[in-house]
């Protein structure tokens, strides 16, 4: 069985600060895939960043950074000089593709990031 | 950009009651899952579907639900007899263009319909 654990329930910054949220994820299988989804206020789940198992490359998307640690069974997500809008809960997922291409989404309980001016 | 949609976006219901909750995914996805999210909670899979019928479902998925492909384009859940327990958030998503590439298993959800038991 899968299991992905957030253990920040909530964090709360001021905006420009940088942020590290934590993600740490269990599985037995050896190709996966992991997943970031921001869930703004409005409730809708924004899909963030897809990273696979084989591939550790760190990757940055303009505030956004992402750091894969195979070795820690960690894929924590970083924001940079983070902002009010960022004010959301994100969600860490992970999809096994041994059970096929439509297998499910298993998140973690997420974190509720609160940016304050 | 192209997107999941879902209707309504909010349902009350009384106890018992029948409801049909429904999703438009993605013209050329080829996957499709329900997800609910009880207020407050994390998001929890109930189903995949795939070629006309379920690839996959959880043990919340009960005899009380089931899923549908009516058409071409919708895509539905129904739940026979509600309970005060079955209220949440209901998301409908879809992954998997047509012809694309597997690795690609990014799931695109839609904004959601909150269903309220009373």
């Known amino acids: 069985a899968q299991k992905v654990t957030q253990a920040q329930t909530e964090i709360s910054v001021v905006e420009k600060e940088d942020v590290t949220l934590d993600c740490v994820y269990e599985?037995?299988?050896?190709?996966?895939?992991l997943f970031w989804y921001k869930q703004p206020p409005s409730g809708e789940l924004v899909f963030l960043i897809r990273?696979?198992?084989?591939?550790?490359q760190n990757e940055i998307s303009g505030r956004y950074s992402w750091n894969f640690q195979k070795s820690t069974s960690s894929f924590n997500f970083t924001i940079t000089a983070s902002q009010v809008v960022d004010s959301a809960v994100y969600f860490c997922a992970l999809n096994i593709v041994g059970a096929g291409t439509a297998s499910k989404l298993t998140f973690g309980t997420g974190t509720r990031l609160q940016v304050t001016l | 950009e192209p997107e999941v949609t879902q209707t309504p976006s909010h349902q009350v219901t009384q106890m018992g009651q029948e409801v049909i909750l429904r999703c438009v995914p993605i013209?050329?996805?080829?996957?499709f899952y329900w997800y609910r999210q009880i207020l407050g909670q994390k998001v929890e899979f109930l189903v995949s579907f795939y070629n006309n019928e379920i690839s996959e479902k959880s043990e919340i998925f009960d005899d009380q639900f089931s899923v549908e492909r009516p058409d071409g384009s919708n895509f539905t859940l129904k739940i026979r007899s509600t309970k005060l327990e079955d209220s949440a958030m209901y998301f409908c998503?879809?992954?998997?263009?047509?012809?694309?590439?597997?690795?690609?298993?990014?799931?695109?959800f839609g904004p959601g319909t909150r269903l309220t038991v009373t």
């Open positions: 599985t037995r299988d050896t190709t996966y895939y």
């Open positions: 998503a879809s992954s998997v263009v047509q012809g694309a590439t597997s690795y690609r298993r990014e799931q695109y």
């Open positions: 013209s050329n996805h080829l996957y």
């Open positions: 990273r696979n198992s084989f591939d550790e």
